[in-house]
Nanobody, 116 residues
């Protein structure tokens, strides 16, 4: 079974930065893409950013320019650099790794709280 482990969440003041990390391990299949989602209380989970093994990226328009996703394929690791954080960015951020067979493996989620 694939294991997905996230780190880097925490409490930060508005305008600050955080860098989230997500590492996937234990799979015999190639990881096709990895992505970050977030979910705030009372709201639906939404895609934040995604990146393929080839380096193609996708961002939510409202976050583009503040958030940057990057990868290290050799480590099956993806990063989310979050700058100029706003209180509305407060959410549980979850990482998912998708293999070439279309199976998805989720991390436990990490809390990001941005104070006013």
């Amino acid at each position: 079974q694939v294991q997905v482990v996230e780190s880097g969440g925490g409490l930060v003041q508005a305008g600050g930065s955080l860098r989230l990390s997500c590492a996937a391990s234990g799979t015999i299949f190639s990881i096709e893409h990895m992505a970050w989602y977030r979910q705030a209380p009372g709201k639906q989970r939404e895609l934040v950013a995604a990146i393929t093994s080839g380096g193609s990226t996708n961002y939510v328009d409202s976050l583009k320019g503040r958030f940057t996703i990057s990868r290290d394929n050799a480590k099956n690791t993806v990063y989310l650099q979050m700058n100029s954080l706003k209180p509305e960015d407060t959410a549980v951020y979850s990482c998912v790794a998708s293999d070439v067979l279309g199976r998805r493996y989720w991390g436990q989620g990490t809390q990001v709280t941005v104070s006013s």
